[in-house]
């Protein structure tokens, strides 16, 4: 199994900028181009929001909300997983999780066109003041 441990949140001010990192390992696969990650993040009493994907040749996609002020990457070997976010907001304030999966699972599909991910870290909390 794939395992995720997510760093890098913390508190900052409104219009601020923090990394996160994710390291994956476990992966039972050598090929990393059939690896795929992804951001998801929660706050208490809401369900689970997409953040950001990346997936087969480095493609990425964003929600709405999020695209142009973070930006996703990753290393060649998907290893490690990042997530840039700038000109944070108050509504950003959540626990950020990265997901990921391999092989055939890279190819399922959501309603939303994403993966259904396998394997979850515990989660990094963002929190946003004014």
């Known amino acids: 199994a794939v395992q995720l441990v997510e760093s890098g949140g913390g508190s900052v001010q409104a219009g601020g900028s923090l990394r996160l990192s994710c390291a994956a390992s476990?992966?039972?696969?050598?090929?990393?181009?059939?690896?795929?990650m992804a951001w998801f993040r929660q706050v208490p009493g809401k369900g689970r929001e997409k953040v950001a994907r990346t997936g087969r040749d480095g493609v990425t996609r964003y929600s709405g909300s999020v695209k142009g002020r973070f930006t996703i990457s990753a290393d060649n070997a998907k290893n490690y997983l990042y997530l840039q976010m700038n000109s944070l907001k108050l509504e950003d304030s959540a626990m950020y999780y990265c997901a990921a999966d391999e092989g055939s699972l890279c190819y399922t599909s959501d309603s939303d066109g994403w993966p259904v991910y396998r394997y979850w870290g515990q989660g990094t909390q963002v929190t946003v003041s004014s």
């Open positions: 476990g992966y039972t696969s050598s090929d990393s181009s059939d690896r795929c």
